[in-house]
């Protein structure tokens, strides 16, 4: 069945850089885009970053552009989220999550238990 472990986050400053992975199982990862997206404490979904198939082409909303980056590894069928310049803002639990084609538009139909990313001095 479809898995998808996120790991890699904790506490951080502000300021301060982590990397999250998402390690995937359970189905043909190189033929699926792929998703970032959090959730603060107290509020909804927020999308964080997409990537396509093969990795060459992602997007971000303006909140993270310029500080996060999203990468594959499709022979180690995993995601990253490379995340610099942290801010308290973006303290909330990040998921991975699979669209339902290789182009990351549309619906995503599995989903990651999340981990907690945490900025604070």
């Known amino acids: 069945q479809v898995q998808l472990v996120e790991s890699g986050g904790g506490l951080v400053q502000p300021g301060g850089s982590l990397r999250l992975s998402c390690a995937a199982s359970g189905f043909t990862f190189s033929s699926y885009a792929m998703s970032w997206v959090r959730q603060a404490p107290g509020k909804g979904l927020d999308w964080v970053s997409g990537i396509d198939s093969g990795g060459g082409s992602t997007s971000y909303p303006d909140s993270v552009k310029g500080r996060f980056t999203i990468s594959r590894d499709n022979a180690e069928n995993t995601l990253y989220l490379q995340m610099n310049s942290l801010k308290p803002e973006d303290t909330a639990v990040y998921y991975c999550?699979?669209?339902?084609?290789?182009?990351?538009?549309?619906?995503?139909?599995?989903w990651g238990k999340g981990t907690l990313v945490t900025v604070s001095s």
């Open positions: 999550a699979k669209f339902m084609n290789d182009y990351p538009r549309g619906g995503m139909d599995y």
